[in-house]
């Protein structure tokens, strides 16, 4: 009937399939390719998303597509082109590492069927089309966990709006819970410290660490959103974790754009000091990407190395990001231990014998109910 509400569901659906709970994976997204006519659908989608741009929606809709996309994809396919590599973007293949790494760590730690997969915000696999793929594979609890280790509205909140966009349109929606940070988890800073000690180890040490975070605009602090904190928290946590004093280790947010003011100090800003207060070698770490990307690997490693070399500084050493770490993995895969307690697959009661007992009864129940029909 015109207007009947559209749900997806299981049509067909088979009491073959074991209930599993399911782990999604969600990073901001990447591009198809290294072009201009691929950025501009991947940025349009991204920089039309309220969450990452409040400002009044029609004024914006003519910035955007009046000047920003006539622009700014040529500029960021160069960048992109700089990091892109024979098999696609950094960011998917390191999300797709660390989603394959987790899968096979919680089969290991789990005693009952759990499915990771991975999404992205940004751009495919989208999580509509992962949700509904999970579904149909048989997850009926799901577990969402964004890669962001520090809430921001602007990166975790706008995971969780396409959650519920989707999970609204699903006939038989799953249980859900949702990891909103994990920017002060042990096992997480533990994993951040031990990833600048190996680079020490290997690369030597700088005079300098700093801890570079993806920026926000200040007004958003402001309307609170706590992302400032949750940097600064993590900043603090990883400092004391490698005995390093404020002077020692300092934080900076990179990544900002247009006229108003952002979070600071802005890391091209600090390097560009610090090259010419005479440092001659500092240490960059982006702790809060989970997986290197265009902004650590094309803005802090090239980029923000020029910076700091033309104001007099030598050498800017990066610190890659966690990406599919034995370390990182064993983090991520506590956080899922911990949030998905009380669910059948995650007890340590789960009995797969009995599970398949209870499929089998199902299942022919299933069977005489139809034969009955």
């Known amino acids: 009937m015109p207007g009947t509400p559209n749900y997806t569901g299981l049509a067909g659906y088979s009491h073959d399939i074991p209930a599993r709970t399911g782990v999604l994976l969600v990073n901001l997204g990447t591009p198809e390719a290294p072009t201009a006519s691929a950025l501009r659908p991947y940025l349009a989608e991204f920089l039309g998303d309220p969450r990452v741009i409040e400002y009044p929606r029609l004024l914006w809709k003519a910035i955007l597509h009046g000047v920003i996309l006539r622009v700014r994809p040529k500029r960021s396919a160069h960048a992109y082109a700089k990091v892109w590599t024979e098999r696609g973007s950094p960011l998917r293949v390191g999300s797709e590492a660390l989603a394959a790494a987790l899968q096979a760590e919680l089969d290991r730690r789990l ?23 999970m579904q149909r594979e048989g997850v009926r609890r799901l577990l969402v966990l964004p890669l962001y280790p520090q809430y921001s509205a602007t990166s975790t909140g706008s995971v969780f709006d396409a959650v519920a966009d989707t999970i609204k349109t699903l006939r038989w929606p799953p249980e859900l819970r949702q990891v909103n940070d994990y920017h002060a988890e042990p096992a997480y800073i533990a994993a951040l410290a031990d990833s600048v000690r190996s680079h020490w180890e290997r690369h030597g040490r700088g005079e300098k ?12 602090l402001h309307a609170g959103d706590p992302y400032f904190c949750h940097c600064h928290a ?49 240490d960059v770490i982006s702790p809060g990407f989970a997986v290197d990307c265009l902004e650590t690997l094309e803005e ?21 990001c966690l990406n599919a770490d034995a370390a990182h993995v064993q983090a991520l895969a506590d956080l899922v231990a911990r949030h998905t307690q009380g669910w059948p697959e995650a007890s340590p009661s789960y009995d797969p014998a009995a599970a398949a007992t209870r499929l089998a009864t199902s299942r022919e129940r299933a069977r005489q109910v139809r034969a009955d029909a």
């Not at 660490?209 to 958003?220: D, K, V």
């Not at 946590?237 to 280790?249: F, Q």
């Not at 802090?300 to 890659?320: D, H, K, V």
């Open 300 to 320: 802090i490693a090239m980029q923000n190395a020029e910076f700091f070399r033309e104001a007099g500084g030598e050498t800017l050493s990066y610190i890659p």
């Open 111 to 133: 005693p009952g069927p759990v499915s990771v997969a991975l999404a992205m915000r940004y751009g495919r696999p989208s999580v509509r089309d992962t949700i509904v793929r």
């Open 209 to 220: 660490l700093l801890m570079s975070f993806h920026g926000i605009p200040e007004r958003y």
């Open 234 to 282: 993590t900043g603090r946590l990883l400092r004391e974790a490698l005995g390093l004093t404020e002077d020692e280790a300092s934080l900076s947010f990179q990544s900002r754009v247009g006229r108003e003011r952002w979070l600071h100090p802005y890391t091209d800003e600090t390097v560009r000091a610090l090259g010419a207060k005479g440092v001659r070698r500092i």
